[in-house]
């Protein structure tokens, strides 16, 4: 399997079956491939609750352009939602919501943030607003704060 990674650019998919619970095997034409467990967008998101459906969520299928994965004419997943599901699952990129939940525990301003990740404050304004991947080095950075700060 090639290494996981976003490459800032979306990838066609080119295959994709629906599994137990609310997994998604998945294929890109990279050859990536990764079980993505959409079940919290499916319950965070009211335009997914249809999936919540068996019989729809079970109808997915790549969708004609390869962009999407569909579940029917009115309802789609698209390759960079699920490519980012993915890589957060799999401990390669962090999330906003753990990102946000770190900086409030640690009670960072975007500045004290931003010092103690040796990154701007403009990037940690992006990353809190979900506008940028956060990488795995970010995520491996707070996780690093969160040992020094347990040692003071």
Known sequence: MPKKQ???ML????????????????????????TVDVGRLISRFATYAPLDDDARFRAARV??????????????????????????????????ESFHRWRAKH???LAAAAKALGVSERTVMYYSKG???????????????EVESRGR
Do not use: N
Not at 27 to 33: H, N, P, Q, V
Not at 84 to 89: F, I, N
Not at 131 to 145: M, N, S
């Open 131 to 145: 506008e940028r991947v956060i990488p795995k080095t970010v995520r491996l950075a707070c996780v690093g704060y």
């Open 11 to 34: 990838v066609p998919i080119t295959s994709v079956r629906a599994g137990r619970g609310r997994k998604l095997f998945v294929t890109w034409a990279d050859g990536y491939e990764a």
């Open 63 to 96: 969708g004609e352009e390869h962009w999407t994965v569909d579940f029917g004419s009115d309802l789609e997943i698209t390759t960079d939602t699920l490519r980012r599901l993915a890589l957060e699952q799999d401990g390669e990129i962090m999330s906003p």
């Open 6 to 8: 976003w490459s800032g």
């Open 107 to 109: 009670r960072l301003s």
